[in-house]
Structure formats: C-alpha cells, structure tokens
C-alpha cells in the first residue's frame, strides 16, 4: 500500500523550491470552470478574458506567499504593444496532499474533484451579501487544474481569486508612519487614522454579516 502523498508544507525544503520554481515557469491558462458568480470589486459578474498573462517577478526568483497547502502567485494581463496592466488576477496552486484531495468535506456538495470547496463558499458569501457590500467579499473567479480523483500523481488544482491592491492588513500596517510624543527619546507605535479604523470594522462586521447569511442562513466559518 503507498503511503499518502503529502501537502505541501509536509514537503522537504528541496521539494517545496522545486514546485515553487515549476509555478513561475507556469503558462497562464485561463480556469477551465470560472466561477458563475464573481466581481467582489463591484464589477459584477464578470469572467478572465484571454491575454497576454505574465507572473510578476519578485526579487530572489520568489513568490507571492506560501501556504501550508499551496503557493500563491500574482499573473498580470499586459498590453503587448506598450506593456501596461490591463487585468490582476491571484493564482493558488493547490498542493492538498491525497487525504486532504479525497476528503469529499473540501469539495463543493462532496464531489471529489469537482469545485473547490474555498471557491464555492467564497461566492456563496459573495452572494449572500447586498450588491453594495460586495467590495469587502474577495470573490473566486473559477478553478482549474483539477486532477481526476482515481489519477494518484499529484493531487493538484488551481483557484483563481481577485487580486486585492492593498494586500494584507499587516503590510498595511507596516507602512504606516511611526508618531514620535513630543519630548519622547524615540518614535512610538505605528498608527492608523481614524476613519481607516472605522473602515475596517465595517468591512469586518459586512463581511461577517455575509458569512451569517450564507447556505440558507446555516452561516460558515472557516475550517
């Protein structure tokens, strides 16, 4: 009996540069499923269109961020004639392990192999949300990739998310400038303005006010 491939943070150091390599040489294909109810941005339901699709290159031959199922990219549709961005879209490369893969709770209605369960319960939420509230819902805009489930090679898919311009909440923070008190020997904590503040616990309480009412207003949080 062969033992269960594993996912990818279970992965040798030398196995993980590996796949990170072979996802930067990777050649955009559109998803082969895009999403049905998409545009969290307020753009409204909306698909990828064909492209010319590049990664964005990142110092040290690096990726966006790692996970502990999967390696997060960013790929950019340009203009070939004067190279401007014309469309963002964040790519995951789904390293889920056999278990994980055959594990029906992380499909879509049980169906190993078909929709990824985070790409259905995105847009489900999304859904779930009054039109104006959608901006502060990352939709999915489809998935690919999927491996069928009795082909036991690599136990890999694709989703396909928004790119969301300001990144994280941590990366925003470090850009904050740091406050110096008048007669202090150095500058304090970094600090967000107010109305920032005041946006966020908005778009924190629509967000879960989404998540409340999503499967029927059964709710869902996060495995």
């Known amino acids: 009996m062969?033992?269960?491939?594993?996912?990818?943070?279970?992965?040798?150091?030398?196995?993980?540069?590996?796949?990170?390599?072979?996802?930067l040489n990777w050649a955009f294909r559109l998803p082969g499923n895009q999403a049905v109810t998409t545009g969290g941005q307020g753009l409204g339901?909306?698909?990828?269109?064909?492209?010319?699709?590049?990664?964005?290159?990142?110092?040290?031959n690096g990726v966006m961020a790692t996970g502990g199922e999967g390696i997060v990219h960013l790929?950019?549709?340009?203009?070939?004639?004067?190279l401007t961005i014309q469309e963002r879209v964040?790519?995951?490369n789904v390293v889920s392990g056999s278990d994980r893969y055959l594990d029906?709770?992380?499909?879509?209605?049980?169906?190993?192999?078909?929709?990824?369960?985070?790409?259905?319960?995105?847009?489900i939420v999304w859904s779930a949300t009054v039109p104006a509230d959608r901006k502060h819902i990352q939709a999915c805009l489809g998935w690919g990739d999927v491996v069928p489930p009795h082909v036991a090679q690599n136990y890999r898919y694709k989703v396909y998310n928004e790119y969301c311009v300001h990144k994280n909440l941590h990366k925003v923070m470090r850009n904050q400038p740091r406050?110096?008190?008048?007669?202090?020997?150095?500058?304090?904590?970094?600090?967000?303005?107010?109305?920032?503040?005041?946006?966020?616990f908005e778009s924190l309480a629509k967000a879960c006010k989404g998540m409340d009412r999503a499967y029927m207003y059964a709710g869902v949080v996060h495995q």
Not at 2 to 23: H, N, S
Not at 75 to 82: L, Y
Not at 104 to 123: D, K, T
């Open 45 to 60: 339901q909306r698909a990828i269109a064909a492209g010319n699709w590049v990664p964005v290159v990142l110092p040290a």
């Open 90 to 92: 964040v790519v995951k």
């Open 104 to 123: 029906p709770h992380n499909w879509a209605n049980n169906i190993v192999g078909g929709e990824p369960l985070e790409c259905h319960q995105a847009n």
């Open 75 to 82: 790929w950019c549709s340009v203009d070939p004639n004067n």
């Open 179 to 200: 406050r110096k008190k008048k007669g202090a020997a150095r500058r304090g904590r970094r600090q967000f303005p107010e109305p920032f503040l005041w946006y966020m």
């Open 2 to 23: 062969a033992l269960p491939t594993p996912r990818f943070y279970e992965m040798a150091p030398d196995a993980k540069a590996q796949l990170i390599r072979g996802f």
